[in-house]
């Protein structure tokens, strides 16, 4: 369902809208595309707004298992380190 309203705008940006939809085009037509995808990339915008503070919530957690893993590969390294001198 569409509704019919009205709003203001600059007789520039008039101008401009006018030059991209061409005679045959409609301004309606063209704001609301405009519009639509600018509100499409401010919800994009926050989802990927969201996602970096659960990233980065979770990197400490994260970080300590890398650490946790990474110790232990040092520990078998070493373990086999000694193995292979002893031979």
Do not use: C, P
Not at 6 to 18: A, F, G
Not at 36 to 65: C, P, Q, T, V
Not at 67 to 81: C, K
């Amino acid at each position: 369902m569409k509704k019919r309203i009205s709003i203001t705008i600059s007789t520039s940006v008039l101008q401009e809208i006018d030059l991209q939809i061409g005679s045959s085009g409609s301004r309606s037509a063209f704001i609301e595309e405009v519009l639509s995808e600018h509100l499409h990339k401010l919800a994009w915008n926050k989802i990927g707004e969201r996602d970096s503070i659960l990233m980065n919530a979770a990197a400490d957690y994260f970080n300590r298992e890398m650490e946790d893993v990474l110790r232990y590969q040092a520990d078998i390294f070493d373990i086999l380190e000694d193995r292979a001198s002893t031979q």
